[in-house]
Protein backbone atom coordinates (compact mmCIF):
# COMPACT_ATOMS: atom_id res chain seq x y z
CA UNK A 1 0.00 0.00 0.00
CA UNK A 2 1.50 3.10 -1.11
CA UNK A 3 1.18 5.71 1.72
CA UNK A 4 1.60 8.32 -0.97
CA UNK A 5 -1.37 8.24 -2.76
CA UNK A 6 -2.93 7.87 0.26
CA UNK A 7 -1.63 10.61 1.56
CA UNK A 8 -2.88 12.29 -1.48
CA UNK A 9 -6.30 10.76 -1.71
CA UNK A 10 -7.20 12.62 1.41
CA UNK A 11 -6.69 15.81 -0.10
CA UNK A 12 -8.81 15.12 -2.95
CA UNK A 13 -11.68 13.57 -1.25
CA UNK A 14 -13.85 16.94 -0.80
CA UNK A 15 -13.21 18.18 2.65
CA UNK A 16 -17.11 18.61 3.71
CA UNK A 17 -17.83 17.53 7.41
CA UNK A 18 -19.03 14.17 8.62
CA UNK A 19 -22.80 14.99 10.58
CA UNK A 20 -23.52 12.62 12.97
CA UNK A 21 -24.75 9.13 11.55
CA UNK A 22 -28.66 9.13 11.08
CA UNK A 23 -30.28 6.01 13.03
CA UNK A 24 -30.37 4.48 9.12
CA UNK A 25 -32.42 1.88 8.55
CA UNK A 26 -30.52 -0.29 6.99
CA UNK A 27 -33.05 -3.08 6.31
CA UNK A 28 -33.49 -5.07 3.29
CA UNK A 29 -36.40 -2.64 1.49
CA UNK A 30 -34.73 0.70 2.92
CA UNK A 31 -31.70 -0.15 1.15
CA UNK A 32 -33.67 -1.40 -2.12
CA UNK A 33 -36.01 1.67 -2.17
CA UNK A 34 -32.27 3.86 -1.58
CA UNK A 35 -31.44 6.62 -4.37
CA UNK A 36 -29.05 4.44 -6.09
CA UNK A 37 -28.41 8.28 -8.33
CA UNK A 38 -26.89 9.72 -5.02
CA UNK A 39 -25.32 6.13 -4.12
CA UNK A 40 -23.19 6.01 -7.89
CA UNK A 41 -22.29 9.95 -7.75
CA UNK A 42 -21.37 9.44 -4.41
CA UNK A 43 -18.91 6.64 -5.14
CA UNK A 44 -17.74 7.93 -8.16
CA UNK A 45 -16.98 11.55 -5.90
CA UNK A 46 -15.13 10.00 -3.07
CA UNK A 47 -14.66 5.87 -3.29
CA UNK A 48 -13.71 5.32 -7.10
CA UNK A 49 -10.54 6.44 -6.32
CA UNK A 50 -9.33 4.35 -4.66
CA UNK A 51 -11.69 1.66 -5.75
CA UNK A 52 -13.23 -0.74 -8.40
CA UNK A 53 -15.92 -2.66 -7.82
CA UNK A 54 -16.54 -4.86 -10.81
CA UNK A 55 -15.46 -8.45 -11.27
CA UNK A 56 -11.96 -8.97 -12.03
CA UNK A 57 -11.30 -5.08 -11.81
CA UNK A 58 -7.94 -3.67 -10.64
CA UNK A 59 -7.00 -2.79 -6.93
CA UNK A 60 -5.77 0.66 -6.84
CA UNK A 61 -4.84 1.69 -4.06
CA UNK A 62 -7.32 0.36 -2.43
CA UNK A 63 -9.03 -3.61 -2.41
CA UNK A 64 -11.36 -4.19 -5.61
CA UNK A 65 -14.83 -4.59 -3.79
CA UNK A 66 -16.19 -7.26 -5.49
CA UNK A 67 -18.73 -9.40 -3.48
CA UNK A 68 -17.55 -7.64 -0.59
CA UNK A 69 -20.49 -8.19 0.99
CA UNK A 70 -19.94 -12.16 0.69
CA UNK A 71 -16.83 -12.18 2.47
CA UNK A 72 -14.88 -11.61 5.48
CA UNK A 73 -13.06 -8.11 6.21
CA UNK A 74 -10.10 -7.92 4.54
CA UNK A 75 -9.75 -10.88 2.37
CA UNK A 76 -9.73 -9.60 -1.33
CA UNK A 77 -6.76 -12.00 -2.49
CA UNK A 78 -3.56 -10.39 -3.66
CA UNK A 79 -3.69 -7.01 -2.17
CA UNK A 80 -2.10 -6.06 1.02
CA UNK A 81 -3.80 -5.05 3.51
CA UNK A 82 -3.15 -3.15 7.38
CA UNK A 83 -2.58 -5.51 9.95
CA UNK A 84 -5.59 -4.13 11.36
CA UNK A 85 -7.69 -5.10 8.33
CA UNK A 86 -5.86 -8.46 8.30
CA UNK A 87 -6.59 -8.91 11.94
CA UNK A 88 -10.51 -8.04 11.64
CA UNK A 89 -12.91 -11.62 11.95
CA UNK A 90 -16.09 -10.39 11.21
CA UNK A 91 -18.24 -10.16 7.60
CA UNK A 92 -18.85 -6.99 5.89
CA UNK A 93 -22.33 -6.54 6.72
CA UNK A 94 -24.74 -2.93 4.96
CA UNK A 95 -24.31 -1.69 8.91
CA UNK A 96 -20.70 -2.05 9.34
CA UNK A 97 -20.41 -1.08 5.74
CA UNK A 98 -21.96 1.80 6.47
CA UNK A 99 -19.92 2.90 10.21
CA UNK A 100 -16.47 1.88 8.38
CA UNK A 101 -16.58 4.63 5.42
CA UNK A 102 -17.75 7.37 7.95
CA UNK A 103 -14.98 6.55 10.24
CA UNK A 104 -12.71 4.11 9.38
CA UNK A 105 -10.23 4.72 11.64
CA UNK A 106 -13.02 4.48 14.79
CA UNK A 107 -14.30 0.84 13.48
CA UNK A 108 -10.96 -0.78 12.99
CA UNK A 109 -8.14 1.15 15.10
CA UNK A 110 -5.26 0.94 12.91
CA UNK A 111 -7.03 0.59 9.39
CA UNK A 112 -5.10 2.65 6.69
CA UNK A 113 -8.08 4.04 4.91
CA UNK A 114 -7.85 7.40 5.29
CA UNK A 115 -11.14 9.09 6.34
CA UNK A 116 -13.10 10.46 2.82
CA UNK A 117 -16.35 12.42 5.29
CA UNK A 118 -19.33 11.71 3.01
CA UNK A 119 -22.18 13.84 3.96
CA UNK A 120 -24.46 11.59 6.54
CA UNK A 121 -27.63 11.20 4.05
CA UNK A 122 -25.09 9.84 1.58
CA UNK A 123 -23.71 6.55 3.49
CA UNK A 124 -27.03 4.80 2.89
CA UNK A 125 -27.61 5.76 -1.20
CA UNK A 126 -23.79 4.77 -1.36
CA UNK A 127 -24.14 1.29 0.57
CA UNK A 128 -27.34 0.08 -1.42
CA UNK A 129 -24.88 1.22 -4.52
CA UNK A 130 -21.61 -0.55 -3.61
CA UNK A 131 -24.56 -3.45 -2.47
CA UNK A 132 -25.51 -3.73 -6.30
CA UNK A 133 -22.48 -2.74 -8.31
CA UNK A 134 -20.04 -5.06 -6.39
CA UNK A 135 -22.53 -7.62 -7.69
CA UNK A 136 -23.39 -9.05 -3.58
CA UNK A 137 -26.98 -8.63 -4.36
CA UNK A 138 -28.94 -9.87 -7.07
CA UNK A 139 -32.30 -7.73 -6.51
CA UNK A 140 -31.96 -6.30 -10.06
CA UNK A 141 -29.60 -4.70 -12.75
CA UNK A 142 -27.51 -2.07 -10.80
CA UNK A 143 -28.22 1.50 -12.72
CA UNK A 144 -27.08 0.95 -16.31
CA UNK A 145 -23.44 2.84 -16.17
CA UNK A 146 -22.82 5.59 -19.18
CA UNK A 147 -19.50 5.76 -19.48
CA UNK A 148 -17.94 3.93 -16.99
CA UNK A 149 -16.86 7.06 -15.43
CA UNK A 150 -20.15 7.81 -14.77
CA UNK A 151 -22.45 11.33 -14.06
CA UNK A 152 -20.24 13.83 -14.40
CA UNK A 153 -17.89 12.57 -16.47
CA UNK A 154 -20.26 11.83 -19.27
CA UNK A 155 -21.15 15.43 -19.24
CA UNK A 156 -17.27 16.66 -19.69
CA UNK A 157 -17.14 15.88 -23.26
CA UNK A 158 -20.30 17.79 -24.30
CA UNK A 159 -19.23 20.69 -21.43
CA UNK A 160 -15.74 20.92 -22.20
CA UNK A 161 -15.14 19.42 -26.12
CA UNK A 162 -11.60 20.94 -26.64
CA UNK A 163 -10.15 19.76 -23.32
CA UNK A 164 -12.58 16.17 -23.75
CA UNK A 165 -10.55 16.05 -26.98
CA UNK A 166 -7.22 17.70 -26.35
CA UNK A 167 -7.20 14.80 -23.83
CA UNK A 168 -8.55 11.79 -25.23
CA UNK A 169 -7.27 12.12 -28.58
CA UNK A 170 -3.49 13.09 -27.52
CA UNK A 171 -0.77 11.95 -25.78
CA UNK A 172 0.52 13.65 -22.41
CA UNK A 173 4.10 13.02 -21.68
CA UNK A 174 5.29 13.86 -18.59
CA UNK A 175 8.29 14.29 -17.23
CA UNK A 176 9.95 13.95 -13.85
CA UNK A 177 13.07 14.37 -12.01
CA UNK A 178 14.87 11.41 -11.84
CA UNK A 179 18.52 10.81 -9.91
CA UNK A 180 20.42 14.10 -11.59
CA UNK A 181 18.77 14.08 -14.98
CA UNK A 182 14.93 13.34 -15.48
CA UNK A 183 12.60 10.56 -16.75
CA UNK A 184 9.76 10.77 -19.03
CA UNK A 185 6.65 8.27 -19.56
CA UNK A 186 3.77 9.01 -21.78
CA UNK A 187 0.12 8.55 -20.97
CA UNK A 188 -3.20 7.92 -22.68
CA UNK A 189 -6.38 9.31 -20.99
CA UNK A 190 -9.09 7.00 -22.81
CA UNK A 191 -12.72 7.99 -22.71
CA UNK A 192 -13.85 5.05 -20.33
CA UNK A 193 -11.97 6.67 -17.63
CA UNK A 194 -8.77 4.37 -17.60
CA UNK A 195 -5.18 5.64 -18.80
CA UNK A 196 -2.53 3.61 -19.76
CA UNK A 197 0.64 4.76 -21.28
CA UNK A 198 3.97 3.27 -22.92
CA UNK A 199 5.54 1.42 -20.27
CA UNK A 200 4.01 -1.90 -19.60
CA UNK A 201 1.99 -2.02 -16.07
CA UNK A 202 1.21 2.19 -15.92
CA UNK A 203 -2.41 2.15 -14.64
CA UNK A 204 -4.47 5.12 -13.82
CA UNK A 205 -8.02 6.42 -13.83
CA UNK A 206 -9.25 9.96 -14.19
CA UNK A 207 -12.50 11.53 -13.18
CA UNK A 208 -14.60 14.45 -12.41
CA UNK A 209 -14.61 15.16 -8.74
CA UNK A 210 -17.08 17.83 -9.46
CA UNK A 211 -17.75 19.80 -12.21
CA UNK A 212 -14.70 22.09 -11.91
CA UNK A 213 -12.27 19.35 -11.43
CA UNK A 214 -10.90 16.28 -13.64
CA UNK A 215 -8.91 14.71 -11.32
CA UNK A 216 -5.95 12.08 -12.34
CA UNK A 217 -4.31 9.32 -10.76
CA UNK A 218 -1.46 7.31 -12.32
CA UNK A 219 -0.06 4.70 -10.99
CA UNK A 220 2.59 1.85 -11.66
CA UNK A 221 5.35 4.64 -13.12
CA UNK A 222 8.64 3.52 -13.48
CA UNK A 223 10.66 5.18 -10.73
CA UNK A 224 10.04 7.00 -7.52
CA UNK A 225 7.50 7.95 -6.66
CA UNK A 226 5.76 5.23 -8.21
CA UNK A 227 2.00 6.83 -8.11
CA UNK A 228 0.73 10.28 -7.63
CA UNK A 229 -2.41 12.16 -8.45
CA UNK A 230 -3.48 15.57 -9.54
CA UNK A 231 -6.50 17.83 -10.55
CA UNK A 232 -6.86 20.60 -13.31
CA UNK A 233 -9.59 22.60 -14.64
CA UNK A 234 -11.38 21.22 -17.24
CA UNK A 235 -10.17 23.55 -20.06
CA UNK A 236 -7.47 24.31 -22.44
CA UNK A 237 -4.92 26.81 -22.01
CA UNK A 238 -4.77 28.93 -25.25
CA UNK A 239 -1.23 29.13 -25.15
CA UNK A 240 -0.42 25.92 -25.32
CA UNK A 241 1.72 24.57 -27.84
CA UNK A 242 2.02 20.64 -29.03
CA UNK A 243 5.34 19.21 -28.09
CA UNK A 244 5.77 22.05 -25.91
CA UNK A 245 5.97 21.91 -21.45
CA UNK A 246 2.18 23.22 -21.28
CA UNK A 247 2.33 23.16 -17.59
CA UNK A 248 4.53 22.52 -14.65
CA UNK A 249 2.64 20.42 -11.61
CA UNK A 250 3.85 20.24 -8.27
CA UNK A 251 1.52 16.85 -7.44
CA UNK A 252 2.67 15.07 -4.32
CA UNK A 253 1.73 17.60 -1.54
CA UNK A 254 4.47 18.80 0.86
CA UNK A 255 7.11 18.11 -1.97
CA UNK A 256 7.46 21.33 -3.98
CA UNK A 257 10.26 20.65 -5.68
CA UNK A 258 8.56 17.51 -7.41
CA UNK A 259 8.17 19.19 -10.43
CA UNK A 260 6.54 17.43 -13.72
CA UNK A 261 6.65 18.72 -17.05
CA UNK A 262 3.30 18.00 -18.89
CA UNK A 263 3.64 18.22 -22.30
CA UNK A 264 0.64 17.09 -25.20
CA UNK A 265 2.03 15.51 -27.94
CA UNK A 266 -0.39 15.26 -30.87
CA UNK A 267 -1.93 12.38 -31.42
CA UNK A 268 -0.66 8.76 -30.61
CA UNK A 269 2.11 8.68 -32.12
CA UNK A 270 4.06 5.23 -32.05
CA UNK A 271 0.65 3.09 -31.14
CA UNK A 272 3.12 -0.02 -32.69
CA UNK A 273 6.43 0.51 -30.93
CA UNK A 274 3.99 1.40 -28.01
CA UNK A 275 6.25 0.27 -24.87
CA UNK A 276 9.53 2.27 -25.43
CA UNK A 277 10.76 5.89 -23.78
CA UNK A 278 8.73 8.64 -26.04
CA UNK A 279 12.09 9.85 -26.68
CA UNK A 280 13.47 6.12 -27.79
CA UNK A 281 13.44 6.62 -31.44
CA UNK A 282 14.63 10.17 -31.80
CA UNK A 283 17.52 9.00 -29.36
CA UNK A 284 18.21 6.04 -31.39
CA UNK A 285 18.21 7.77 -34.65
CA UNK A 286 21.07 10.26 -33.31
CA UNK A 287 23.33 8.43 -31.64
CA UNK A 288 26.17 5.34 -32.20
CA UNK A 289 25.38 1.80 -30.68
CA UNK A 290 28.84 0.62 -30.02
CA UNK A 291 29.08 -3.48 -29.89
CA UNK A 292 32.40 -5.07 -28.97
CA UNK A 293 31.54 -8.32 -29.91
CA UNK A 294 32.93 -11.39 -28.93
CA UNK A 295 33.94 -13.45 -32.11
CA UNK A 296 36.43 -16.49 -31.76
CA UNK A 297 37.98 -15.12 -28.92
CA UNK A 298 38.46 -11.90 -30.37
CA UNK A 299 36.25 -8.60 -30.18
CA UNK A 300 34.88 -6.99 -33.21
CA UNK A 301 33.94 -3.25 -32.90
CA UNK A 302 30.43 -2.55 -34.92
CA UNK A 303 29.79 1.00 -34.14
CA UNK A 304 25.82 0.78 -35.53
CA UNK A 305 23.59 3.44 -36.46
CA UNK A 306 20.26 2.92 -36.65
CA UNK A 307 18.37 4.89 -39.05
CA UNK A 308 14.44 5.81 -39.41
CA UNK A 309 14.20 3.90 -42.65
CA UNK A 310 15.06 0.52 -40.72
CA UNK A 311 18.48 -0.06 -42.20
CA UNK A 312 21.64 -0.31 -39.72
CA UNK A 313 25.19 1.15 -41.28
CA UNK A 314 28.46 1.55 -39.13
CA UNK A 315 31.58 2.88 -39.46
CA UNK A 316 33.16 -0.17 -39.89
CA UNK A 317 31.68 -0.69 -43.17
CA UNK A 318 28.71 -3.00 -41.33
CA UNK A 319 25.09 -3.37 -42.54
CA UNK A 320 21.73 -4.64 -41.44
CA UNK A 321 18.35 -3.94 -40.76
CA UNK A 322 15.89 -3.54 -37.89
CA UNK A 323 12.12 -3.80 -37.29
CA UNK A 324 9.17 -3.87 -34.80
CA UNK A 325 6.59 -6.22 -34.20
CA UNK A 326 4.56 -8.19 -31.72
CA UNK A 327 1.27 -10.14 -31.40
CA UNK A 328 -1.98 -8.67 -32.35
CA UNK A 329 -0.55 -5.89 -33.80
CA UNK A 330 1.08 -4.51 -30.45
CA UNK A 331 4.95 -3.86 -32.02
CA UNK A 332 6.39 -4.19 -28.61
CA UNK A 333 9.68 -5.58 -29.60
CA UNK A 334 12.44 -5.05 -31.60
CA UNK A 335 14.64 -7.10 -33.94
CA UNK A 336 17.84 -6.36 -35.81
CA UNK A 337 20.43 -7.95 -37.37
CA UNK A 338 24.43 -7.44 -38.65
CA UNK A 339 25.57 -8.74 -41.64
CA UNK A 340 29.35 -8.75 -42.56
CA UNK A 341 30.74 -8.81 -39.32
CA UNK A 342 34.09 -10.31 -39.67
CA UNK A 343 34.56 -13.88 -38.34
CA UNK A 344 31.11 -14.54 -38.64
CA UNK A 345 29.57 -17.08 -41.12
CA UNK A 346 25.93 -15.15 -41.61
CA UNK A 347 23.74 -12.87 -39.58
CA UNK A 348 24.04 -12.00 -36.60
CA UNK A 349 20.62 -11.20 -34.90
CA UNK A 350 18.41 -10.37 -31.77
CA UNK A 351 15.03 -8.98 -30.82
CA UNK A 352 14.60 -7.39 -27.30
CA UNK A 353 11.60 -6.15 -25.67
CA UNK A 354 11.11 -2.09 -26.04
CA UNK A 355 9.86 -1.94 -22.53
CA UNK A 356 13.98 -1.74 -21.80
CA UNK A 357 14.55 1.20 -23.57
CA UNK A 358 13.05 2.68 -21.26
CA UNK A 359 15.76 5.44 -20.06
CA UNK A 360 17.90 5.95 -22.92
CA UNK A 361 20.55 8.08 -22.62
CA UNK A 362 24.88 8.28 -23.40
CA UNK A 363 27.05 6.07 -21.94
CA UNK A 364 24.60 3.39 -21.28
CA UNK A 365 27.03 -0.09 -21.17
CA UNK A 366 24.83 -3.03 -21.42
CA UNK A 367 25.81 -6.94 -22.23
CA UNK A 368 23.65 -9.14 -23.84
CA UNK A 369 23.67 -12.29 -26.81
CA UNK A 370 22.70 -12.82 -29.76
CA UNK A 371 20.25 -15.22 -31.16
CA UNK A 372 23.97 -17.21 -32.84
CA UNK A 373 25.48 -17.24 -29.48
CA UNK A 374 27.98 -14.52 -29.58
CA UNK A 375 27.70 -12.72 -26.30
CA UNK A 376 28.77 -8.72 -26.61
CA UNK A 377 28.72 -5.62 -24.55
CA UNK A 378 26.78 -2.54 -26.06
CA UNK A 379 27.28 1.09 -24.83
CA UNK A 380 25.68 4.23 -26.40
CA UNK A 381 28.14 6.92 -28.12
CA UNK A 382 26.91 10.30 -28.54
CA UNK A 383 26.34 11.73 -32.00
CA UNK A 384 26.86 10.52 -35.34
CA UNK A 385 30.87 10.37 -37.26
C1 LIG B 1 -7.36 7.35 -0.77
C2 LIG B 1 -7.81 6.03 -1.13
C3 LIG B 1 -9.14 5.54 -0.61
C4 LIG B 1 -10.36 6.14 -0.72
C5 LIG B 1 -10.69 7.52 -1.27
C6 LIG B 1 -11.31 5.17 -0.22
N1 LIG B 1 -10.67 4.04 0.18
FE1 LIG B 1 -11.54 2.38 0.91
N2 LIG B 1 -9.71 1.56 1.25
C7 LIG B 1 -8.53 2.15 0.94
C8 LIG B 1 -7.45 1.35 1.48
C9 LIG B 1 -5.98 1.66 1.35
C10 LIG B 1 -8.05 0.25 2.10
C11 LIG B 1 -7.35 -0.86 2.88
C12 LIG B 1 -7.28 -0.41 4.34
C13 LIG B 1 -6.40 -1.26 5.23
O1 LIG B 1 -5.81 -2.25 4.75
O2 LIG B 1 -6.30 -0.90 6.40
C14 LIG B 1 -9.46 0.41 1.94
C15 LIG B 1 -10.40 -0.49 2.39
C16 LIG B 1 -11.75 -0.39 2.16
C17 LIG B 1 -12.71 -1.40 2.50
C18 LIG B 1 -12.41 -2.75 3.11
C19 LIG B 1 -12.28 -3.73 1.98
C20 LIG B 1 -12.05 -5.16 2.36
O3 LIG B 1 -11.61 -5.87 1.47
O4 LIG B 1 -12.31 -5.58 3.48
C21 LIG B 1 -13.93 -0.92 2.13
C22 LIG B 1 -15.27 -1.61 2.28
C23 LIG B 1 -13.72 0.39 1.55
N3 LIG B 1 -12.39 0.68 1.60
C24 LIG B 1 -14.72 1.18 1.05
C25 LIG B 1 -14.54 2.49 0.62
C26 LIG B 1 -15.60 3.38 0.22
C27 LIG B 1 -17.06 2.98 0.15
C28 LIG B 1 -15.03 4.55 -0.10
C29 LIG B 1 -15.72 5.84 -0.48
C30 LIG B 1 -16.60 6.38 0.51
C31 LIG B 1 -13.60 4.41 0.07
N4 LIG B 1 -13.34 3.15 0.51
C32 LIG B 1 -12.66 5.39 -0.21
C33 LIG B 1 -8.34 3.32 0.24
C34 LIG B 1 -9.34 4.23 -0.04
Known amino acids: MN ?47 CHTAG ?41 LFAAYVQDPGAVIPGNIMPAVNIPADKVLPLTAYVLRSSGSVDWDQAKTATLATGGLDAELQSSSPEFWALYMNNTVKFTIPYEDSSYSFVAYFNDDGTITGNN ?21 IGVHPYEWMHCVR ?37 PLEGDAHPDYWTFLFNNTMRYEIKVNGEVVIVSARFSPDNTIDSAE ?56 GNTYWAEVFEGRE
Request: include cysteine.
Open 3 to 49: KLIMALGVGVALAFFTLTSHADDYSEQALKDADMIAGEQTWQQYCAF
Open 55 to 95: EGQADISGPNLHQLFKRQVGTKPGFAYSDALKKESRNWTPE
Open 200 to 220: RGLTGIWRMRDKRHFCFAIQR
Open 234 to 270: PKVDANMVFGEVAEVITPVKGFDDFKVDVTFIEDRFH
Open 317 to 372: GISGKWRTEGENGEKDRMCYNFSGVPGVDGDLSECFALVLMFNPRVGARWPARFSQ
